[in-house]
């Protein structure tokens, strides 16, 4: 059984669409969305996978305008090699293209017969054409070295104050990235790795062509 929402259209405000993936054998061979939107702001939309099998998973989507607060939780299935968004934002002016306060959160999913987590592809918090501020990656009891998340990711503009944790004895993926920007000023990002979970590698914060750090705002990585 599926309960599939896929939202398409350009309203200028999508809200509180929730997208339950509940059947054991069910497969959506394409992208899920909670919502999605041409020209406007994504806000708060939810996708949860409990079961069965998908190959793509965005909480929300706008082609121009903002994403905030939009969530992505995975506690089973299989998520195959692929992209996770908790929020995409796209867009070139002051007021668009910003991905703010959105999250993925995992906490399980199915396992092959050598007990490796069925979850693989790339995380991101949220994802912003020009900003991409205060998103999380939170990450536990799957272990995988075919998954990579990072908090939060900007094209061209600023990424900063996102978090990712990584936690449980149980947990050890491939690779944890605070926060991450193309051409942007890259600061106050945080990987955490606690409570004796294991990450192959871990990055507070990264930019190809900008600038990472700055005076008392500095990224970090934190074990315990």
Do not use: C, P
Request: negative net charge; glycine residues 18%; aromatic residues 4%.
């Amino acid at each position: 059984m599926i309960i599939n929402i896929f939202i398409h259209t350009n309203i200028i405000i999508i809200v509180y669409f929730i997208i339950i993936i509940i059947g054991i054998n069910s497969t959506i061979s394409g992208s899920v969305y909670g919502g999605y939107v041409i020209s406007g702001n994504v806000i708060e939309n939810k996708v949860t996978i409990e079961s069965g099998t998908v190959n793509g998973l965005t909480g929300g989507s706008a082609d121009n305008g903002n994403a905030l607060g939009n969530v992505v939780t995975i506690k089973g299935g299989s998520v195959n090699d692929t992209i996770i968004r908790g929020g995409w934002a796209m867009g070139s002016g002051d007021e668009t293209g910003i991905a703010d306060g959105n999250k993925v959160i995992i906490t399980g999913a199915d396992k092959d017969s050598a007990g490796i987590s069925k979850v693989k592809g790339l995380g991101f918090g949220g994802t912003g054409a020009t900003k991409a501020i205060n998103n999380t990656v939170e990450v536990s009891s799957v272990k995988t070295t075919n998954l990579f998340v990072t908090g939060g990711d900007s094209y061209d503009g600023e990424a900063s104050g996102n978090t990712v944790t990584v936690s449980g004895a149980s947990t050890s993926i491939g690779g944890a990235t605070g926060g991450d920007s193309s051409e942007g000023s890259v600061y106050s990002n945080t990987v955490q790795v606690i409570k004796d979970a294991e990450v192959a590698s871990a990055t507070g914060g990264y930019t190809t062509n900008g600038t990472v750090g700055a005076e008392g705002k500095g990224n970090r990585v934190l074990v315990d």
